[in-house]
């Protein structure tokens, strides 16, 4: 792909009014799945809806769940999955108390496209009045996995930290054992997950006794944790959560992790609004093409997203400033070679109602970007694009 020739398409999504915070993943067959959150037709609090890109556009929207009890945040957002025979599995969060961070995850499951869902599944084991979110699902093929930062030690309030920790659910809904994988994290960043054969790839925003809040990944399989480590010793030291987690994806026969990070000087270069980072992540890989690259533009948000196009190369989205409004942009990069170019893919508030823009690729060499869009008609929209042309073929990473 010459970058001058990068075609962005748009793609019309029909959606209620205030409709917000998108996410993507791929279907069975390697097409677009996106999800977002809209008030219901009814009145009645609000629905997650789901469309899957065809030929012809975005199809007939469905909706999964609907309720009056939510937790609605900016960061802390609903996902879907679909496993090899098409059974689709969303997840979405719902208030346990009155308490401001009282919520735990729901999970419902559908087996006809959508057509009807399961009674909702709780896949953590506790219903202590803390925070249970920031969910990563995914397809394990024939069952779900699924990872979430979890509240329950800080239940007695002696200031206890926030945990990771994981589950599976097979297609009929049964749960399998709730692991601890990381005692003690970042309270509320976003965290990722990519699907290798019988194991899954975490990345997480960690955070130590001293308070710094660098990137950590860890493999786990079927009963053990494998490796772990850090993804780069950033040094980032920050009182509280920045609510701003990492993305992860596989391109060729690598694994690559961005993320973004606060600190004032990034690869001997100042960065005074912090930095989009991009790493290899595999170890085995050594020297210039596994260095960290600078994604941004000087002026990050963060909020990345990556997507690996198959040949080697990764397409990452993020949020920039511009003047006193923020942009969607997107980037590829291929290891070990020079960045290419900044593309403006939308723009959108630099606050927290934009929440964070969602990227995925699509098995034509295509890839998709959602976002949602403020100030429209004095609320949000969620808005779509299509960008053909990056690869000649793809296998999709495993969201």
Not at 232 to 261: H, K
Request: aromatic fraction near 6%; hydrophobic fraction near 35%.
């Amino acid at each position: 792909m010459q970058e001058a020739s990068l075609r962005i398409e748009p793609l019309l999504l029909k959606t209620a009014k205030g409709s917000a915070l998108p996410n993507l993943t791929n279907s069975a067959d390697g097409s677009a799945l996106l999800s977002w959150v809209e008030p219901a037709a009814d009145g009645k609090g609000v629905c997650l809806r789901l469309s899957t890109l065809g030929e012809n556009g975005w199809g007939e929207a469905v909706t999964a769940a609907q309720g009056s009890g939510w937790f609605v945040n900016w960061a802390d957002f609903p996902s879907a999955a679909v496993l090899l025979d098409g059974t689709m599995a969303v997840h979405w969060l719902d208030r346990i108390s009155q308490k401001t961070y009282a919520y735990g995850v729901k999970v419902s499951i559908s087996s006809d496209q959508g057509k009807t869902w399961s009674d909702p599944i709780i896949p953590h084991r506790d219903d202590s009045q803390t925070e249970h979110g920031f969910v990563a699902l995914r397809s394990m093929g024939d069952h779900f996995f699924l990872a979430w930062l979890d509240g329950r030690a800080m239940a007695d309030g002696e200031g206890k930290p926030m945990t990771l920790r994981a589950t599976t659910i097979s297609a009929k809904g049964t749960r399998g054992i709730d692991r601890l994988l990381d005692d003690r994290v970042c309270d509320c960043c976003p965290l990722d997950a990519l699907v290798d054969g019988e194991d899954v790839t975490l990345v997480y925003r960690d955070r130590d006794f001293l308070g710094v809040r660098d990137i950590s990944w860890l493999q786990v399989g079927a009963e053990k944790i494998h490796q772990q480590g850090l993804v780069r010793e950033d040094g980032w030291v920050q009182e509280g959560c920045p609510v701003n987690g990492p993305s992860m994806a596989s391109s060729g026969s690598t694994r690559a992790v961005a993320w973004y990070t606060g600190v004032d000087r990034v690869l001997d270069q100042p960065a005074p609004e912090g930095a989009v980072l991009a790493t290899l992540l595999d170890p085995a890989i050594e020297g210039e093409k596994s260095s960290a690259v600078r994604i941004d533009d000087g002026r990050p948000v963060g909020r990345v997203d990556i997507a690996g196009l198959g040949d080697g190369s990764y397409l990452l989205c993020w949020l920039e400033r511009q003047g006193d409004g923020g942009e969607v942009r997107v980037r590829r990069w291929t290891p070990g070679s020079a960045r290419g170019s900044s593309h403006r893919i939308g723009s959108t508030s630099p606050g927290r109602r934009s929440g964070y823009p969602r990227i995925v690729a699509l098995k034509d060499g295509s890839a998709v970007v959602a976002w949602t869009e403020t100030e429209v008609d004095g609320g949000t929209a969620v808005r779509t694009v299509k960008i053909p042309g990056l690869a000649r073929s793809t296998t999709p990473s495993s969201r």
